[in-house]
Every structure is written in C-alpha cells, then in structure tokens.
C-alpha cells in the first residue's frame, strides 16, 4: 500500500560528518532525483534498472550545491517497498540541507518522523515487531542490545508470535465450523484437545513474559539509583563505576547536595546511574532538597544500590533507609570492607535482594557486585538470540493474549458452550495480530513510528 506524496529526508545524524545521506522514497522519487542529480556519465537515474551507483553533482535549479554519488533503488526491493533515490553528499550540516532543500524544492515533501520505516511496514517489507527492531537497533548502547534487536528484525519474536496465533487459528477454525454447521459431518471437538492446543500456546507465552524485565535490563538498561547516609562512600562508589572522578569525594558528610548523573557499564548492561545527596534527618534547608530529590529518585528506581559503612554500626538511618528499600530490586553494598566489620550484616541481608562487601575507595569487590547486578536483573541468563519482547506494548499485547487463554480454558473447565471458547480465543488471536502489526488500529501503528527520528 503505497502512499501518494514523495518524501524527502536527511538520513544521518544532525551534525558534521564524512557523509551525509538524502534519502527520497515514493513514486516520484526518480523523477525528483532527475532534477536534482547530474551524473558525469550523462544517465539519468529514473531509466537505473537500480541498484546502481552514479558519481555526479546536485543542483538546485541552476546552481551546483555538491559533488554526490546518487544510489538508486527500485520497488519493491528496497527499504520502503517504493522507488527510492539516496544522495551520499559531503556531510556538512550546511550542505546536507541544502540537498535537502533542492529535493524539496523539485516536489518531494518533508518525511515525518519514521515515516521510511512506516512505509516498509504499510507495503508489507516489514512486521509492526520488526519497525520496533529498527528503533531498538539505532538507541543500542551494547553488544548484547544490538544483537538482540539484530535478532528481532530478522524475525525471531514474529516467528514464534505467529506460530503461536497459528495453531490458536486452526483450533477456532475448527471450532467454528464445527458450531456453524451442526448438521455437516464435522469431527466433533475433544475438549482435552482444545485444552492442550491452549496450554501449549499459553505456555509460550508466560515464556516471552517471564523473560521480559530482564531482556529490558539487557537491551535498554536500566535507571539505577546510589543512595545511603552521608559519608558512607557513594559518590566514591559513583566514581569506581564510572571509571573516572564524576562525584566530589571528601571527608565532610554532606559534601553532594545535588543528584550527580552518569550511564556506565557494569559487566554488560548499562546502568543510567544517579549519585544522590546523603538520606538523613536534617534541618539544613538546602540539605533538605537534596535529601528531597534523593528520595524521588530512589521511588523511580528500577535498581537500587543501597551503600552502608561497614566500619560503623548501623544508624537510625540506615534503617529509615531500608525500610523506604523493602519491596524494590536492592543491592545492599556494604563498603569499607578494607576496614574492621561494625555493621550488622545479617540485617542487611535480611531486608535486600542482595548484598555485596566492596571497598569502593581501593577498587575491592567490583567483579562481585557485577555479577551479583547481573544475576539479580536476570541479564546472566538473557540470550540475545531467542525471541524476546522489546517494549511495553508487545508486552501489554502477549498479557492480553495470555488472560484470553486463561479465560478459554476456564470456559472449557465450566462446561461452557464452545462458542464462548471460540471468542476468548479469538480476542487471544487479534492481541497477536496487534503484536505482528497484521491487526493494529491506526493509533498504534501512529504510536509506534511517532518515537522515531526524522530521516528513519
């Protein structure tokens, strides 16, 4: 389903460069590129077979704006499905958008925000799943992050969602015709059968959800929160991770009063890492708003390194502060291991998910609480290469489709007609469907592509 205006974009990143890329997509595509694009050899892209290369200048109108090489592709074997014309220009700022201009000028029109990748899903080059992939490809900020969407885009989580709602289909196929035609010689439904298509596919599904959190750990990382008293060592644990003096680091309590902010990586996942001030009682009005913004941060938090001073037993404080902790994903990082143990460690353990002993200030311990950050999010046993969900909304998606099932195998349980099973396993099928893109509204789908960037 091709859409009628030719759009018109700047490709790469909003800064200077080697290159810059101008990627037109859309039934006149060619024709603009004619306009704008003279080869030295004398062709002219719009009669390119395509997938050809032309060395040769841009103009607008009668003035020579580059020196580009104009790559042309031909529908539907290209990124959006359509004819599409990519000019590889100098990349200056400057000059990438005055190609841009010269397209526009000669009829294309501005691209919207993931509009090239809109169009490879509407003309069926792409799944709705897959359009996601593209996004989780461009913000990777690891190894494992881009082989995992690497791995998305090649279909890996459609395949196995559309396998899934495969099996579901054929069993409600069988069932409504069954329920249809009462008087053909159908072979009637077994109930236990119905039962082991849905408990298999429901099984499925539990999986993908089951491994959700920590494949969102692995691929996006995660908002991690550094909070204790004063004093205790966070601001030198802030630095130990960042590998370099972020935090100001004295002996007065008290010393951060602002949220320090960094994304560091710790082992393989990242960690978007906030330094807060010391969480204490304290009259001290500006104190008081740093304890403040300390606190907002640890409610957000998906990862909460809790720091105690093992050399001192432990405070009011410390145990206001554990309290706030119970419930959340904490490490509890007992520091100063290269002095005399005070502390009451068992406590400690007892009111967190975890408990690591570091010396911050002598770089002692960090391999462990790695290790134990890796274990606790689930990231030590993530495969980047098996199916995953990537975001809220595949994941809302495979919830909806699991309670559906829920719901058809309670209706067997109870003796229900079957054609009360066959609608809560169609409302399973369409939340697959709007998975895959094969069945999502048009506010989805303007939802998904409106995260994108411009030129993508």
């Known amino acids: 389903m091709s859409a009628e205006k030719t759009i018109a974009a700047v490709s790469t990143p909003h800064a200077s460069g080697g290159i810059g890329i101008v990627r037109i997509s859309g039934e006149r595509s060619l024709a603009v590129a004619d306009k704008i694009f003279r080869t030295t050899s004398g062709k002219i892209p719009s009669r390119s077979k395509g997938y050809r290369a032309y060395h040769g200048r841009v103009w607008d109108n009668e003035e020579v704006v580059d020196e580009a090489v104009c790559l042309v592709f031909r529908a539907p074997k290209s990124y959006t ?47 709705l799943e897959q359009a996601e992939a593209v996004m989780s490809l461009i913000a990777a900020q690891s190894d494992t992050a881009a082989k995992a969407a690497l791995n998305a885009l090649d279909g890996a989580l459609s395949g196995k969602i559309r396998g899934t709602a495969s099996s579901l289909i054929a069993a409600c196929a069988q069932l409504a015709a069954w329920v249809d035609y009462p ?24 999986s993908l959800l089951d491994g959700f959190e920590a494949g969102r750990a692995a691929t996006e990382g995660v908002n991690t929160v550094i909070v204790g008293r004063p004093n205790v060592g966070k601001s030198t644990l802030m630095n130990l991770l960042s ?69 001192d037993p432990l405070t009011d404080d410390d145990r206001r502060l554990l309290e706030s902790c119970r419930g959340k994903t ?109 069945k999502a509204g048009e506010a989805v789908v303007n939802e998904v592509f409106s995260r994108f960037c411009v030129g993508k």
């Open 81 to 127: 499905g359509e004819d599409v014309a990519e000019i590889s220009c100098h990349g200056g700022l400057y000059v990438t958008q005055r190609v841009l201009r010269a397209a526009l000028n000669a009829g294309a029109e501005p691209a919207e925000a993931g509009e090239f990748t809109k169009r490879a899903f509407l003309n069926g080059r792409i799944g």
């Open 243 to 311: 590998g370099y003096e972020r935090s100001i680091v004295t002996e007065c309590a008290g010393t951060t009063r602002d949220v320090v902010e960094e994304t560091v990586r710790l082992g393989g996942i990242v960690l978007r890492l906030a330094d807060t001030a010391g969480i204490r009682e304290t009259d001290n009005p500006v104190e008081s708003i740093g304890v403040g913004l300390a606190k907002k941060k640890l409610e957000l938090a998906g990862l909460i390194l809790a720091v105690f001073d093992g050399s």
């Open 330 to 438: 904490v490490v509890g990082v007992v520091n100063k291991s290269d002095l005399p143990r005070s502390i009451d460690l068992d406590y400690i353990k007892n009111m967190t998910s975890r408990t690591v002993e570091i010396s911050a200030s002598e770089g002692e311990g960090l391999e462990t609480l790695v290790e134990c950050v890796e274990h606790l999010l689930g990231t030590d046993r993530f495969d980047p290469g098996a199916a995953m969900l990537a975001n809220e909304r595949q994941r809302q998606c495979c919830e909806r489709a699991s309670r559906r099932l829920d719901e058809a195998l309670e209706a067997i349980d109870t003796g229900l007609t079957l054609d009360a099973v066959n609608v809560c396993a169609d409302a399973a099928i369409d939340a697959l469907l709007e998975l895959t893109g094969e």
């Open 183 to 206: 008087d053909e010689d159908i072979e009637e439904i077994r109930p236990e059968n119905l039962k082991e298509v849905f408990a298999r596919a429901k099984a499925e599904l539990t």
